[in-house]
């Protein structure tokens, strides 16, 4: 697959050690919502070896430039990424991945995200907002505060603005008094809350591998068959 060049646009700090990277989308350049690339960084030394990351693209296909988001950690790469400056070039490759909209617009959408899993479920609920999509679609997602939940704001805009979405928030660790959401880990009852109603609907399950695991296993126990559920592990985030 071809490499493609582009250039650093902005960081925005978006949650608690978060941030979205925004970057030039080449004119030729196009994808699916929900798709991945693999970002490679400028090299800080002629003989350092390339950096590369795979990342979801938040962005959505209509949109003019391009946007991932990720836990700033103390890896060699997360920390080259934040010293980037407005300009910086950057190349990438793909699109890749499989948690693309199913093909049948009235097929309704289940997706369960972990954390900063979110970021192919923004792009899936951008597209399907801007295309004005009937396809019934519920969001189920968890994290362990709401400072460090990652485009929440923005999903509340979007299932205002999208009749069809509906969106369930948890969290794991401590909320004050203003928080009117669910808590607690995702389990078999809020699964259910997520598929009432539902017929034969696909589900997209992102996070963390362990958390991927176990969501799989209670949509099995809920009766989801299996070819009905695709997932994708986010490793180190």
């Known amino acids: 697959m071809a490499i493609l060049p582009s250039a650093l646009l902005h960081i925005d700090d978006i949650a608690r050690d978060t941030v979205a990277v925004h970057f030039r989308k080449p004119d030729d350049f196009q994808f699916q919502p929900g798709q991945t690339i693999s970002l490679t960084l400028p090299s800080e030394a002629p003989d350092a070896p390339p950096l590369r990351h795979t990342f979801s693209l938040v962005s959505a296909p209509h949109e003019n430039e391009l946007c991932i988001a990720t836990r700033v950690r103390a890896s060699p790469y997360k920390q080259a990424l934040t010293r980037l400056r407005p300009g910086a070039e950057l190349k990438f490759s793909g699109p890749y991945g499989k948690l693309t909209p199913p093909a049948d617009t009235s ?6 995200a972990g954390g900063i899993g979110i970021t192919p479920c923004v792009s899936l609920l951008r597209d399907a907002t801007h295309q004005g999509s009937d396809r019934p679609i519920r969001l189920l997602y968890s994290n362990r505060s709401p ?24 969290l794991t660790g401590p909320a ?32 963390a591998p362990a958390m991927v695991e176990e969501i799989r296993a209670r949509l099995a126990e809920a009766g989801v068959p299996d070819d009905a559920v695709l997932d994708e592990s986010f490793h180190g985030y």
């Open 107 to 112: 097929r309704p959408l289940v997706l369960v």
């Open 176 to 207: 004050d008094g203003a928080w009117d959401g669910l808590r607690g880990r995702i389990d078999a009852a809020m699964l259910r809350q997520a598929l009432q109603g539902l017929d034969a609907p696909q589900c997209y399950v992102t996070g």
């Open 147 to 170: 400072a460090q939940a990652a485009f929440l704001e923005e999903l509340r805009t979007l299932a205002q603005r999208n009749p069809h979405l509906r969106l369930l928030v948890t």
